[in-house]
Structure formats: structure tokens, C-alpha cells
């Protein structure tokens, strides 16, 4: 990791994911970074302070039966740069899950940030007897190999949505909490930075404001310049 991508990660430590969201709001990205459809399973199920931010590590998995689709030189858990967040795309439709228990070893023994699977995982009590963050579409009990496999490192892949587009780059910044998770493009990083403490400070004053009886209404009309 580069001195300047280490110094947006600590930075960006500070803001949880609707912050972020916030910010790319403010700059015009309307769905701000958020990639529907992904719940924290670990270390607990939608509970507790975790939040990881790192530079995604993109892995883009293939149908067994296409096989044409290249494949990965070695075990791709193998090659997370220290705290990066894995990205793994499973192509859909995802029945048998593409990542498991022993995947979470290693990745925590090299000091990723989390892994968020755009699929299923498995080996539930595993990922949280450990106390790593991982992040999923749902959850399956049969290994993946049989139906998918590791493809390529490092590339652009899209969500497995129905409803919503998004790419996810390497090297873009992930953010992800119990709120759920958000994709940071690395170009934009320093302006959603440089706009989001504006934001969180004018909701903090709202939030005292209406802890002493003031509407909703006056509040944001107040600190948010909204009517």
C-alpha cells in the first residue's frame, strides 16, 4: 500500500459508511457508493462497532463450465496485499458458496482488512469464532468448486444485482459496517473527504437541536439549509 492510499484509508477510519455515503451524495453520485444487498455476517450478524476500510483487492470468479475463462497462477487467498479488502465476484446464480472457513485464516494471518463476497460464504461460525469481518449475499453449506473457480485478480467487476449497477475498481475504497457497504471510487476520495465533515457536523447540531424539543423540520431548515 502506497504512503498516499495509507493515508486516505486512516483518514477514511473516522467515517462510517453512511458518512462516505453522504459524501458522494453530496458530490452527485445519487445511489452514493452503496452496494445493495451485502450484510456483515462477521465476527456477529449486523451487530457490533466493526467497520473496515481498505483499497479493494478484486477477485472475479467463472462458471466451471466456461473454459475458456482463464485461470489464477496459485491460491488467490494467498496474494492479499496487508490491508487490502478482498472483493470477490461469484457469477450468478451463487447456489454453493465460494468461500469458507480456512479462506479466512489466511487472509486474517495476513492482516486483510475483511472480504466482502458478492456470493455465498460458509463455515459461518468459523469466520466469527476468528473475529474476521466478512460481508455476503447469503450464506450455503456446499463448496463452490464444483460449480465456480477463481478467474482473474485485480480487475473491474460489476454487482450481482437486479435492481443496481455498480463497478467496483481496484483499488477503490471500501468502506463497510453493519449499515452495509460502500464503494469509494480512489479518484473521488479526497473530495468525499473534504466534504464530509461539513455534513456530520451540521447533522450533530441537528441532533442536539432536537434532543432539547426542536422539530425536525426547524432543525434541518436550520443546520442543513433544507426547508
Known amino acids: 500500500m502506497t504512503s498516499a492510499t495509507s493515508s ?31 450484510t456483515m455476517y462477521s465476527p456477529q450478524f449486523q451487530n457490533g462497532p466493526t467497520r473496515i476500510v481498505g483499497p479493494a483487492m478484486t477477485v472475479k470468479f467463472a462458471p466451471k463450465s466456461d473454459q475458456n475463462a482463464p485461470k489464477i497462477q496459485g491460491n488467490y487467498i494467498d496474494q492479499i496485499p496487508k490491508g487490502a479488502v478482498v472483493f470477490i465476484s461469484q457469477p450468478a446464480p451463487h447456489i454453493n458458496a465460494c468461500y469458507g472457513g480456512l479462506m479466512s ?72 459496517d453493519q449499515d452495509g457497504v460502500v464503494c469509494l471510487p480512489a479518484g473521488l476520495a479526497e473530495q468525499v473527504l473534504d466534504a464530509i465533515p461539513a455534513i456530520a457536523n451540521a447533522d450533530a447540531k441537528c441532533a442536539e437541536a432536537i434532543k432539547e424539543g426542536m422539530s425536525v423540520q426547524e432543525a434541518f431548515a436550520k443546520f442543513r439549509g433544507k426547508k
Open 8 to 38: 486516505i484509508v486512516e483518514r477514511l477510519q473516522k467515517w462510517s459508511s453512511c458518512d462516505v455515503a453522504d459524501g458522494l451524495s453530496k458530490l452527485g453520485h445519487v445511489h452514493g457508493g452503496f452496494l445493495e444487498g451485502l
Open 105 to 176: 485464516l489466511r487472509a486474517k494471518y495476513l492482516d486483510a482488512a475483511g472480504v466482502i463476497i458478492d456470493g455465498r460464504l460458509r463455515d459461518l461460525q468459523e469466520h466469527q469464532d476468528i473475529e474476521f469481518p466478512v460481508f455476503a449475499r447469503c450464506v450455503g453449506t456446499t463448496a463452490g468448486g464444483a460449480v465456480c473457480f477463481p478467474s482473474e485478480l485485480n480487475m473491474p467487476v460489476s454487482l450481482q444485482s437486479s435492481i443496481h449497477e455498480a463497478v467496483i475498481k481496484p483499488g477503490d475504497f471500501i468502506i463497510a
